[in-house]
């Protein structure tokens, strides 16, 4: 295949995520650079030609010839018209996450796409992060055993970029969404607190506890408030833990294991389980943005479809938050087996 025949993509947004996506799209062999949309123009410099940066959609769209996929990575509540517009030209989206801001919003995507004949998927980054991945082959692979847990760790400082939602629906999305993806069933009940500690409209902590269909527990803690950037998914089961650091796409194993402690009854009594061997695996190490793009990409050109979190995914991952926020409200456990249907 010439290079002429390679799929062409654009970026809807210059921002945080927006401006690595077009990064990629103009140094990927994968895949061409059709230009990129943002009414406050490139003022991060990540398009090499300013020529192909357009203060708008249509601009874009009338420039030549029209993008095979756009990378949508405006604010969330700003999906939706953005989404319908390039359905409507035939372009098919790979949305940042999350899909939407609600889930009737979401819902409206999916359908867009559908009217249209367009591939959507959403860009829940982590599932490309090599340590994930190998953690979730692992546990597939029955290593653990019976699982027990599935627990993240998402904190760090304020990202200023953040202004349409709150630390549920854009960092804690990422969680619910790995929840689902470990725990492999969709969640069906959660219990939440949030704190707002920053005078802002949207929380900024939240804590949250629940279960998956195939009865494995789960909780995340996510916030905005902690000085220390931490990024930490473990998985328990019968015969020891998985432990990913995603920062830096570490994966660690802890063995369980039965060691006499030589009579020393207090010592057994205090540490219980036995601690075996810990091991750190080799992973390769690849970016996950430019993962994504590739198997995005890949997609369009007829792969395997199950590479990429589906628009109803996405939309799974909406509801659940929104059942978080309910939660949080009301003080009780929400159920949501069937909700996102």
Same mark, same amino acid.
């Given at each position: 295949?010439?290079?002429?025949?390679?799929?062409?993509?654009? +970026?809807?947004?210059?921002?945080? &995520?927006?401006?690595?996506?077009?990064?990629?799209? =103009?140094?990927?062999?994968?895949m061409?650079?059709?230009?990129?949309?943002?009414p406050?123009g490139?003022?991060?410099?990540?398009?090499?030609?300013?020529?192909?940066v357009?203060?708008?959609l249509?601009?874009?769209?009338?420039?030549?010839? *029209?993008p095979?996929?756009?990378?949508?990575a405006?604010?969330?509540?700003?999906?939706?018209?953005?989404?319908?517009?390039?359905?409507?030209?035939?372009?098919?989206?790979?949305?940042?996450?999350p899909l939407?801001?609600?889930?009737?919003?979401?819902?409206a995507?999916?359908?867009?796409c559908?009217?249209?004949?367009?591939?959507?998927?959403?860009?829940?980054?982590?599932?490309?992060?090599?340590? $994930?991945?190998?953690?979730? *082959?692992?546990?597939?692979d029955?290593? #653990?055993g019976?699982?027990?847990?599935?627990?993240?760790?998402?904190?760090?400082?304020f990202?200023?970029?953040?202004?349409?939602?709150?630390?549920?629906?854009?960092?804690?999305?990422h969680?619910?969404?790995?929840?689902?993806? #470990?725990?492999d @069933?969709?969640?069906?009940?959660?219990?939440?607190?949030? =704190?707002?500690?920053?005078?802002?409209?949207?929380?900024?902590l939240? #804590?949250?506890?629940?279960?998956?269909e195939?009865g494995?527990?789960?909780?995340?803690?996510?916030?905005?408030?902690?000085?220390?950037?931490v990024?930490r998914?473990?998985?328990?089961g019968?015969r020891? &833990? $998985?432990?990913?650091?995603?920062?830096?796409?570490?994966?660690?194993?802890? @063995?369980n294991?039965?060691?006499?402690?030589?009579?020393?009854?207090?010592? =057994?009594?205090?540490?219980?389980?036995?601690?075996?061997?810990?091991?750190?695996?080799?992973?390769?190490?690849?970016?996950?943005?430019?993962?994504?793009?590739?198997?995005? +990409?890949?997609?369009?050109?007829?792969?395997?479809?199950?590479k990429v979190?589906? #628009?109803?995914?996405? $939309?799974?991952?909406?509801?659940?938050?929104?059942?978080?926020?309910?939660s949080?409200?009301?003080?009780?456990?929400?159920? $949501?087996?069937?909700?996102?249907?």
């Open positions: 295949m010439g290079s002429n025949d390679l799929p062409r993509g654009a +970026v809807i947004g210059l921002g945080m &995520m927006g401006r690595h996506h077009a990064r990629i799209l =103009q140094s990927n062999p994968a061409r650079f059709a230009g990129a949309v943002d406050g490139d003022r991060f410099d990540a398009v090499l030609d300013g020529a192909r357009h203060a708008t249509d601009d874009l769209l009338s420039a030549g010839e *029209a095979d996929f756009a990378v949508v405006v604010p969330t509540e700003e999906h939706l018209p953005i989404v319908r517009s390039l359905a409507t030209a035939g372009v098919h989206v790979l949305i940042e996450k939407a801001a609600t889930v009737d919003e979401a819902r995507i999916i359908d867009v559908a009217e249209h004949g367009v591939v959507g998927a959403v860009g829940h980054v982590e599932r490309c992060n090599p340590a $994930l991945r190998e953690l979730r *082959a692992r546990v597939l029955g290593q #653990l019976d699982v027990f847990l599935v627990a993240t760790e998402r904190v760090g400082p990202p200023d970029r953040v202004r349409d939602i709150g630390v549920v629906k854009d960092l804690a999305t969680d619910l969404d790995l929840v689902r993806w #470990l725990g @069933a969709p969640i069906e009940r959660v219990a939440a607190q949030t =704190q707002h500690r920053m005078g802002r409209e949207h929380e900024d939240v #804590l949250v506890t629940g279960r998956v195939n494995r527990a789960f909780n995340s803690v996510v916030d905005w408030l902690t000085p220390t950037k990024r998914t473990r998985v328990l019968e020891g &833990m $998985l432990v990913a650091d995603t920062l830096a796409a570490d994966l660690f194993f802890y @063995a294991a039965h060691v006499p402690t030589g009579g020393w009854p207090e010592m =057994q009594a205090r540490r219980g389980v036995a601690e075996g061997d810990m091991t750190r695996y080799a992973i390769e190490r690849r970016e996950p943005l430019a993962v994504e793009l590739e198997e995005f +990409v890949a997609v369009l050109g007829g792969a395997d479809a199950t979190v589906s #628009l109803a995914e996405g $939309l799974e991952t909406v509801a659940v938050a929104e059942a978080v926020l309910a949080a409200a009301s003080g009780e456990t929400v159920a $949501l087996t069937g909700s996102a249907s």
